[in-house]
């Protein structure tokens, strides 16, 4: 079974700290494959709506790439606001998941409530509009932003570190939230230590998207190809013209 | 006062089509201009999550291009999928309406309830998530595909009319809807005549957006900076560098 | 076009304010008209259920008086509770609009959360409701009673100034709302003022459904007349009773 | 323990008979008293948003007058649409519920969800702003108007019995309701016959609500007087005004 | 009219306390009789979803008991958590309450508002099922544990008194209850003192549940025996085989 | 890893079925174990709140004693009404999975929507319990009784199949589902069948908790051990009693 993870921004390091939390979970048999955009032809780092567009033509147009060389059992959205997540399902028949929507699934089943640490306050909205979109408006307890950005995280010291378990702290003791998610793929290694300070199951949707997917993949069921989801004539049009 | 709209798709006709609606509701003193991307640069149309993807790359790249001109006073993206609307309104101080959001605000206005009678059934799931976003969900009653392709829309002959027709009839008819909203650009001058054989309001996107855009810019209220749609750092950077 | 204006109080001042504050956004080519009943047929200020039962009467039978007068292109019902909506609409075939309901529009319109500032804590119930009854209740962050009683806003020195402010920027700060709805037609005259001090879109209900229902007006859409809008039976009689 | 009944139509036939269905139920030691308006003072029948402005009115005044006779141990509002409900919450300390709220909260204690059959379908409006108020959103599965005008159940001979009974039966069989809430008070006596004729429990609100203010005595809750629904000022001086 | 509580933990103590409360407020004509599991064999207090699973075996065996003996008019569940309440309803076709749910009711009925206050935290969880459960999740503004056990009630010194109290207050100043929800049978006894001590309605699910039990009663009101409620055959094959 | 599946109900035809299906789909170094309780240790089949309520104290027991012999990795609670679910919770610090709740997470991850279809219609109230609970209300589009008894379906001839899939056709056609969710462990060998008939993925929730736990566990996500679902003191000293 081969999972391909899309990290829609330019960090090559971000892509490689992501693979390797792929394959942590990954288990015997699933082959992880990590991509990014070269430097330029996407975002170095999603931290605003403006981004979000452009990560999401990232996504889309990664994902025709690998069809083109023939495809992968199963696809990943490695980045916390699932650009393109919704498009990306018209074009495969296989699992896709986006981190956020795994994190939140994962979290979910570990008790009631759960709540969203992530990088910018600004993206809190985008992380609102998932939260209902998936249906966790009541698990949801809080989200909140660290201030921190995207790219400080790959540059991770001490203090980067004791800010966000701060905040993980807090979504616990005040808000009560049975499980924290961290909202950024660039977190993915934090998560261990994190759940060992908090004393509760930290979430990293890279993990956990990896572990839904290679499920349903063993299940035999993927993406609904009904409607709304079939793949569209523009998108077959545009992959003949490419090919 | 300055409007601008934006139809993200590369039918110069149905652009016109757009144009014309909306001067016809502009009012005095309301200079209305309305872009679309050249052929190739956008999708031809939008039917599918594949198409919003590429729609919203040209809603935030035609408004920062028309940024760089100078600006407008107001923008209304013509499509009613509203892509790219939480990036442009990070892009710009004044106000941003996509005609989804449009048609049902003033929809809602009419009554107590609306149903919305669109192009293709594929399109149903990203029109109930703007329903849902924007508070719509009790007020919304039904949402219909008539399975018309937009550009069929172009050549709308009689046929397509009373499809449509039928369509609004059943909404209000079965559903009990008080006023019908309809789900694409490419409808705006079938309003009248509508409303006129289904005895109810019949909103068109178009229309609608032009006199919220207008009432708030003559109120001096603008799209709010606070951190969600504060301009973007990278927005600036990019904006400098093709400057 | 003319649009008539309700305040179901008697307070001849706050009518000559709502009618100010309506004239400056009305645009070319719109007339203005306010009015109130005389003093001792209508609540002194709106500010508990009591009053509101009193205003949704006042609210009724000043737009009866004003259609045996010929009638106007749109109504405003110029108080926050919104008294009397729902049968003013059964009344007219065109707009009927509430400050409240214009405010939430427009406010859900500058971004994605707004909060409330309004008078005397005991309205904030109705408020609720009408956020409920709107759809706003995941854009609406917050609401706020200032203790400030209706009538002692006439006599606004800077005190009651400070207060609001205080509050507006409350509901900014803590509370993240995109922007800020005034729950009284007292306070209309206040608006562009709080806008500079707390930095983010501050919405007046007067401005606001003034130009919702120009916007309608000129697009041809009025108040549905299917089943429960239609003029009652009861209505028609007693306004040929009283011919 | 005295309990007073409003009926704020003018039709003394109803008030009798809503007076007989509350001495039904109402068990050793309590007295029912019931009153309505004088005709002209009141809506002959509340049919529309109009009416319910006119019987709010009314309600406020009797539930005044009945203060000043010395007042009652709980008060109903009988009429469908609970007008004034909110305003007669302030005015007294006592418990004050409404027919159809009574008949929800009776109907949502006898399984899981119940239907509501009411007279005109133009009422359905308001009916659904109620469940929605009271929380029933999900247990109210369907409403239904039977197209029989108030007064007429007065008259009420087979056809009518038949009609709403068929209504009942629908709500039943199709969608899955476990009991049926009647939407006037005047047909209240025909509560038990609707009962064996479709096998599940029939509500009646004037017999619910009943019930509810005995209970609610008995265990001296009454309305909370923080805030919201404290005595307002204006009110009082009225009340003082009139003595 | 015979009305049986079902307390479901084994102790005898809280069941004389819940048999008092329910006296107290019963009515003439209105028998009282309350049940609880011999030692061993039911929970000892219900402070866990462990002891919610035996508490819910408990009620059912209770009920069914009682059924061979004659049965009641009614049944009261008199445990906070409602264990067992749709089994019981199964069961018979008179009415069924728990007192969670009886409390929630008629604390609704006070205002617009109520919050809780009951024993251990970690009950919570399941106060917040069954708030929207039956409906309540805007009216319950708040619900706080007070770390009190359920066993320490019963030898209720000031302490006791004085924290919950100070929990109720919080309720109602701080979140802006109308009304207080005691979240445990027992804390019957201490309804009147905290009401007279907070100024608002506090409420006592066993009182509430004597009083709607005893209204639907009097109304010939039941359980619905419409499919999920019908009795089901394995009930009706082991009552036989007990006989 | 040892993942261990309680199947509450006392077929042990069924819990090999169980067995079966989720050693299909647990990949390399999963071992799966299935556990019933005793003939009349437990229900025969659950298809009521009744049977129910003895599934809850079964998974309870069966859990413990798994404990006692050392525990496994994770546990399935392998009755669609999730039996015993948060009691189950309290008990471990593995993962604890019910099979509607997998199987609803699963569906919600292959598109937008799903419907349920399962045994008796009197199990869909518990089943819309779930859905609630579990944040599925918009996803689910509709959930329908085959009528076909749980036990029956140990016999599927072709009929019983036919009957499944007709029910799952109109699932997908007429309420428009993007997946079929199957409401009983004992349709768990029906599932490949009836995704190739109805062409959308068919998800059973033996096979879905499988893969949940497995994923679970290889990311050292646990059940939350805060407040609500820490081990229950009373729960200890059982064991410890019992030990």
Known sequence: MRITLINPNTSVAM???VEAAAREVAGPGVEIVALCPPPGDGPEAVESHFDEVRAASVVVDLIERDL??????????????DPGLDAARELVDVPVIGIAEAAMHVA???????????????T????DDLVLRY?????????????????????????????????????????????????????????????????????????????????????GVGTSKRDEYARPSRARARAAAIA
Chains 1, 2, 3, 4, 5, 6 share one sequence.
């Not at 083109?68 to 606001?81: M, R, W």
């Not at 009631?112 to 600004?122: A, H, K, M, N, Q």
């Not at 809190?124 to 992380?127: E, T």
């Open 15 to 17: 892509t490689r700290k």
């Open 68 to 81: 083109e060389a023939g495809g992968s059992d199963g696809y990943v959205i490695a980045c916390f606001g």
């Open 124 to 127: 809190l909205g985008r992380a």
């Open 135 to 219: 249906g966790f408006e009541r698990a949801c307890v809080a989200a909140y932003g660290t201030g921190i950005p995207v790219l400080a995280l790959e540059e991770t010291g001490s203090a980067a570190f004791e800010d966000i378990a701060a905040w993980c702290e807090r979504v616990v003791r005040e808000d009560g939230a049975d499980a924290v998610v961290l909202g950024c793929a660039g977190m993915a290694d934090l998560c261990a230590r994190l759940s060992a300070r908090v004393g509760v199951p930290v979430v990293d949707g890279v993990a956990a998207s990896v572990g839904l997917v290679a499920a349903m993949s063993r299940m």
């Open 108 to 122: 979910a089943l570990t008790g009631r409530t759960f709540g969203i640490v992530t990088t910018l306050s600004r």
